[in-house]
């Protein structure tokens, strides 16, 4: 069995506090997440796993139920002390909500990013074959927005393999050159291809973390920084795999607008 993980537990309160996976952008009316799935599933997931919170659990389970498209899904709830915590613990947090359904190779993806049906199948193909990690690539110059600054996940490789994931924080189209990027650095959205025994060690990380950030009550665990640290310390190798799949995210109630349009014209 190979799983498909979504991480879809927090609502924005940018996008006016409704869960932003459901907002219509498909051609024939489907949700964010419902194109995602689309997308994801004929590369041939069979268990599909939501990481939700408590203020879109009954959402997620009122849409979908137990199955979707004849693929079983399991819930999983990412939860906090909220008089020790202001907010969850991170990424890596709710990846480790989800340990006791996952004994599988997986992907982990965010649920309101739209990655491409090819980075899917990569991914999928990848586990099938290779006990090693991996994670898709994508241009930068194809992830940044023309107006505002944004945070990625800048890949440092060699020989198709990731040496480090640096989280660089305000990128922008007018700021590169005095950041040390280009338009043609590769970068992680958040999408990863990934072994049971990794999120074993993941999930220390992440015990050892919240011990020693007790007190601390925004600091957050990261999946990607999490990720280059393992591979730091020659405890994973990930591979890399550049696609010329589109990424579409939504940050924006506008850009809700920008990608049904663009999803639509693609009918």
């Known amino acids: 069995m190979t799983a498909i993980v979504y991480m879809v537990a927090g609502l924005s309160s940018r996008f006016e506090g409704k869960i932003k996976q459901f907002a219509q952008v498909g051609p024939n009316q489907e949700t964010l997440i419902e194109y995602s799935l689309n997308q994801a599933l004929p590369a041939g997931f069979d268990k599909i796993i ?43 947090d709710a990846l ?38 991996a994670t898709i690539g994508y ?24 040496t480090n994931i640096q989280e660089v924080f305000g990128i922008s189209r007018l700021n590169l050159n005095e950041i040390n990027l280009s338009l043609e650095n590769m970068c992680s959205m958040n999408i990863f291809g990934l072994h049971p025994e990794t999120l074993d060690k993941l999930n220390k990380i992440l015990l050892s973390f919240k011990e020693k950030n007790k007190e601390d009550r925004k600091i957050e665990c990261l999946l990607p920084v999490e990720i280059s640290n393992l591979i730091t ?7 890399i795999y550049p696609t010329d799949d589109k990424w579409f995210g939504i940050t924006n109630p506008e850009d809700e607008i920008t990608i049904r349009g663009i999803l639509r014209n693609k009918k």
Not at 147 to 158: D, Y
Not at 233 to 239: F, Q, S
């Open 50 to 92: 939501f990481i939700v919170g408590e203020k879109t659990y009954s959402k997620f389970k009122e849409k979908f139920g137990d199955f979707y498209k004849g693929v079983q899904i399991q819930y999983t709830l990412q939860n906090y002390d909220k008089e020790k915590r202001d907010k969850p613990w991170g990424t890596i």
């Open 96 to 133: 480790c909500s989800a340990k006791n359904l996952i004994k599988e190779p997986f992907v982990v993806c965010n649920g309101d990013d739209i990655y491409g049906k090819e980075s899917f199948k990569i991914l999928y193909n990848h586990l099938q074959k290779s006990r090693e990690d």
């Open 139 to 162: 241009v930068l110059k194809d992830v940044l927005p023309d107006l505002g600054s944004v945070n990625r996940g800048i890949l440092r490789t060699k020989n198709h393999y990731v």
């Open 233 to 239: 310390k020659g405890e994973t190798k990930m591979k």
